[in-house]
C-alpha cells in the first residue's frame, strides 16, 4: 500500500511541478503582453495599414531599405503570415530574398512586439525565462535580439538574392524571359 | 475520367465535408507538406482522377488547384489556403486555430483527414455543392450592394456634433475590436501552447530527465563552437524544412535552454547567440506559401526555395556569430 501511495505521489510531483510553471507564465507574462498587444494592435488600427502600404512601396526599391525597413514595418503591421503578402510589391527577382529577410524577423521581433506572433513567442520567451530567472531585466535581451535580428535580415537578404540570380542565371531562364520581352 | 469525391472529417477533426469536383481546367492536389508528396495527396488525385504535386518543389497557378493537402500543426499553414477561397485538406487532427483561424470555416476546410474518410459522390452532393458556390457568390453580390448603400449614406452631410461624435465612436471601436483580437491570440495560441510547455518543463524538472540534458546537450548550447554546430544543422537544407513547421521544435529547444540558462548550466550572456542558432531553420518549410502569398510567379518559387535554403547554411552560422559578438557587454 505504502508503495502504491509513494508512486501516486511522484507521479503527481511530475504534473505540479509543470502547474507552477503554468502559473508562472500566466501571472508573470499573459498580463504585460496583454495590455502592451491591445496597445500596439489599437494603435495600427488608428495608422490604418493604407499609410503604411505607400511608405513601404517607395522602400523596396533600394536593397538596405528592402531587407530591413519594409520586412520590419510588414511584420509589425500585419503580422506573421500576412506579412508575407507584402511580397507583391517587391521586384520579382527579389521576392525568395525578400522572404528570407522577412521570416527570419518573425522572431527578433517578438521581444519587443509580441503581437505580431502570438503563436511563435516562445523562442524568444523560453530562453529570456531563463535570463530573468538569473535576475536580469529583460529589457537589453530584447532589443539587442532586435537589432542583431535587424543585420541579421539584411545579410540574409543580400546572400539569398545573389544565391538565387546565380541559380536563375545557371537554369539560363533569364535569356528566355527576356527574349520573350523582346 | 473525373470523379468527384466527398473528403469527411476524421475522429479528431473539424470542418467539411468538402466535395471535390474535378474539371480539366481545375483538377490538381497540391501536397504542401515538406518532404515529397503525402500519400492522402496521391490518393485523392487518383479516386478523382486528378494530379498530384509536391508543391515545395514546383508552384500551381492558383485556378489549377482542386484541394491542397497540409500537415500544419495549427500556425499558419492552416489559415492562408482558405483564405484564398482554396480547398484545404489538413491530414493533422486541427481545428480553427492560428492567426487567420477566422478564414477556416467548414465549406473550405476540413482534418484529421484519412484514407477511409474519402468517398465517391454521388449526384446530389454535387448539385448540393455547386449550389452553395452558387450561394456564396449571392451573398457577396449582397454584401456589395451593402456597401454601396453604406458608403452613400456616409456622404451625406452632416452637422459637427454628430461627426464628432462619430469620431469618437470609431476610435472607441478601435481599441475595443484591438482588446478583442488579443485576446483571442491568447486564448487560442499563447495559453495553449503554455500549457504544453509547461507540462514538459514539469516533467523534466521533476523527473530527472532534467539533469541528463544538462550534462549532454548545455555544453554544446554553453560554448561558441556548440552553438555554431546546432546552427549548421538546423540549416542542412533536407533538415531545415523538417524543423520549420509552427517553429514547434525551436520553441521547446528555447524553453530547454532558456531552463538550463535558470539552473546555470549556461551561462546567461549565451542567451543572445543561442536565440540565432537554434532558429536557423525559421520559415525554411514555409517558403513556397510565403512566395505565393507575395504573389511570386511558379518559376521564381521553383528556384527560390533552394536559394534560401543553402543561404542559411551560410547565413544561419553567420548570425550566431554576429549574436555572439553583439552580447560583449550585456549581462
Known sequence: METVAALANGFMALFKAGGETFTAFVTGIIPLIIVLMTAVNSLIKLIGEERFYKLAKKATRYTLTRYTVVPVLAIIFMGSPMCFTFGQFVEEKYKPAFYDAAVSFVHPVTGLFPHANGSELFVYMGIAAGVQAMGYELGELAVRYFLVGLVVILLRGIITEKIYLYLRARDGRQETKEAGHV | ?331
Open chain 2, 1 to 331: 475520367m473525373y470523379k468527384s469525391i466527398i473528403v469527411r472529417r476524421g475522429s479528431g477533426g473539424w470542418g467539411g465535408p468538402l466535395t471535390l469536383i474535378p474539371t480539366a481546367e481545375k483538377h490538381k492536389i497540391v501536397s504542401i507538406t515538406g518532404g515529397g508528396i503525402h500519400p492522402l495527396a496521391l490518393k485523392i488525385a487518383d479516386m478523382c482522377g486528378g494530379e498530384a504535386i509536391d508543391g515545395f518543389s514546383s508552384a500551381v497557378p492558383e485556378a489549377e488547384i482542386l484541394a491542397v493537402v497540409i500537415d500544419c500543426g495549427g500556425t499558419a499553414r492552416c489559415g492562408v489556403y482558405p483564405k484564398k477561397k482554396i480547398l484545404t485538406i489538413n491530414v493533422l487532427p486541427v481545428g480553427q486555430s492560428g492567426a487567420l483561424a477566422k478564414f477556416m470555416t467548414p465549406d473550405l476546410y476540413v482534418s484529421d483527414v484519412k484514407e477511409t474518410t474519402l468517398d465517391y459522390a454521388d449526384e446530389s452532393s454535387v448539385q448540393a455543392a455547386l449550389l452553395q458556390q452558387e450561394d456564396v457568390d449571392a451573398v457577396h453580390k449582397r454584401k456589395d450592394l451593402k456597401r454601396k448603400i453604406d458608403a452613400a449614406r456616409a456622404s451625406q452631410k452632416r452637422n459637427i456634433v454628430t461627426r464628432i461624435g462619430i469620431t469618437i465612436g470609431q476610435v472607441v471601436n478601435k481599441f475595443y475590436a484591438a482588446g478583442r483580437e488579443t485576446i483571442d491570440v491568447t486564448i487560442k495560441n499563447i495559453l495553449p501552447f503554455m500549457a504544453f510547455v509547461s507540462m514538459i518543463l514539469g516533467i523534466i524538472n521533476a523527473s530527472g530527465i532534467g539533469n541528463f540534458i544538462a550534462e549532454t546537450i548545455s555544453p554544446a548550447a554553453g560554448s561558441l563552437p556548440g552553438l555554431l554546430v546546432i546552427s549548421f544543422v538546423c540549416a542542412i537544407p533536407f533538415i531545415s524544412p523538417i524543423l520549420g513547421p509552427g517553429a514547434v521544435i525551436a520553441q521547446v529547444v528555447g524553453t530547454l535552454v532558456g531552463a538550463e540558462i535558470a539552473l546555470g548550466h549556461i551561462p546567461v550572456q549565451y542567451a543572445l547567440p543561442a536565440l540565432f542558432a537554434i532558429d536557423a531553420q525559421v520559415g525554411a518549410d514555409f517558403v513556397p506559401v510565403g512566395l505565393s502569398l507575395g504573389e511570386a510567379e511558379p518559376e521564381t518559387v521553383e528556384l527560390g526555395v533552394p536559394a534560401v535554403l543553402y543561404s542559411r547554411v551560410l547565413t544561419g552560422p553567420l548570425a550566431v556569430l554576429i549574436a555572439y559578438a553583439a552580447s560583449i557587454g550585456m549581462y
